[in-house]
């Protein structure tokens, strides 16, 4: 499947050198100005460039990408995060434990809020699709 965005086949984009050098550099930097000065570039270029649909395609779908590496990374590191809170648990300090036990207790509600409301999110998502078929 070639990926795309909207109405806009990303393989059919032509972008010029310059432009598939800026955008990783400016992906990664803390702000569009640093990352403009990475790429040799001003800002009103990389605005500029904006404003054509494909370039503008193409670096949503590369921001895309960036976030959801990152997501991974921050799933793989959960398990050992978890570990580390509920070892807390035991720890000899009353106020460590205290701690560590609130924090279990706190993101558990949390997450069964947030699976509870993706759950019903779900149940009415399939109603309306029920009642526009």
Do not use: H
């Not at 070639?2 to 393989?11: F, H, R």
């Not at 800026?22 to 790429?39: D, F, Q, S």
């Not at 503008?56 to 793989?76: F, I, M, N, P």
């Amino acid at each position: 499947m070639i990926p795309s965005i909207g109405k806009i086949s990303l393989d059919s984009v032509k972008l010029t050198a310059r432009q598939r050098r800026a955008i990783p550099l400016v992906l990664a930097a803390k702000n569009i100005e640093e990352g403009c000065r990475a790429a040799t570039i001003t800002p009103v270029t990389w605005y500029a460039w904006l404003k054509n649909e494909g370039f503008k395609a193409v670096v949503e779908a590369q921001r895309e990408a960036v976030v959801s590496e990152a997501l991974d990374r921050l799933k793989s590191a959960v398990k050992g995060a978890v570990e580390g809170m509920t070892s807390l648990m035991g720890a000899e300090e009353k106020n460590i434990r205290l701690r560590a036990c609130e924090r279990v207790l706190e993101y558990f509600l949390k997450a069964k809020e947030l699976e509870d409301i993706e759950e019903r999110l779900g149940r009415l998502e399939t109603l309306i699709g029920e009642k526009k078929a």
